[in-house]
T-cell receptor, first 113, second 115 residues
Framework: AQSVTQLGSHVSVSEGALVLLRCNYS??????LFWYVQYPNQGLQLLLK??????LVKGINGFEAEFKKSETSFHLTKPSAHMRDAAEYFC???????????FGTGTSLTVIP | GAGVSQTPSNKVTEKGKYVELRCDPI?????LYWYRQSLGQGPEFLIY????????DSGLPNDRFFAVRPEGSVSTLKIQRTERGDSAVYLC?????????????FGPGTRLTVT
């Protein structure tokens, strides 16, 4: 079965600094990869998705992620952090059939003013 | 337009009781998913509906959990003989048909506490 691993349950960055949140998927190439954001007391919101069309994926709020098959990674980045980026971020992968979705354990991002 | 809604937002029940959690998906979305999110964890897949039928219920932990979607819209997750270990946030998501079937839209969740 597909799975994802998120390295670092907590990440702190200064406002304006680079954001890097790490995600590695299991060895077989999944159909789809996703990043979701969860703000306090809100539902998960899709940030971006990889669907094999392009390895560099741009999402909302200035985030982007690069699919690297050689590293089995799909890390999330943003050049300059804003206070409003403070939230929980989840990486997810679809099953080979596309019917199930498997989430990582999440990374809590703190932005320091 | 309206997003996915879930009711109640919070539910406290005693061990051994029966509970029902409701999900109203986005109108027109054919796929509906239930997840369970425990503290400090990511969402865990429970069941997936395509229309009225459960296309994949392999994530349901045991036979105390059951879900229905009789008219292909609203879904109810039912938990019998609740246990303290069932305490979690239960999330519902829906997705459209066609090329975007993998784009899930999540509701705010129902926080279930079993005392």
């Amino acid at each position: 079965a597909q799975s994802v691993t998120q390295l670092g349950s907590h990440v702190s960055v200064s406002e304006g600094a680079l954001v890097l949140l790490r995600c590695n998927y299991s060895s077989s190439v999944p159909p789809y990869l996703f990043w979701y954001v969860q703000y306090p007391n809100q539902g998960l919101q899709l940030l971006l998705k990889y669907t094999s069309a392009a390895t560099l994926v741009k999402g909302i709020n200035g985030f982007e992620a690069e699919f690297k098959k050689s590293e089995t990674s799909f890390h999330l980045t943003k050049p300059s952090a804003h206070m409003r980026d403070a939230a929980e971020y989840f990486c997810a992968v679809s099953s080979n059939t596309g019917n199930q979705f498997y989430f990582g354990t999440g990374t809590s991002l703190t932005v320091i003013p | 337009g309206a997003g996915v809604s879930q009711t109640p937002s919070n539910k406290v029940t005693e061990k051994g009781k029966y509970v029902e959690l409701r999900c109203d998906p986005i109108s027109g979305h054919t796929a509906l998913y239930w997840y369970r999110q425990s503290l400090g964890q990511g969402p865990e897949f429970l069941i997936y509906f395509q229309g009225t039928g459960a296309a994949d219920d392999s994530g349901l932990p045991n036979d105390r959990f059951f879900a229905v979607r009789p008219e292909g819209s609203v879904s109810t997750l039912k938990i019998q003989r609740t246990e303290r270990g069932d305490s979690a946030v239960y999330l519902c998501a829906s997705s459209p048909s066609g090329d975007r079937y993998y784009e899930q839209y999540f509701g705010p969740g129902t926080r279930l506490t079993v005392t």
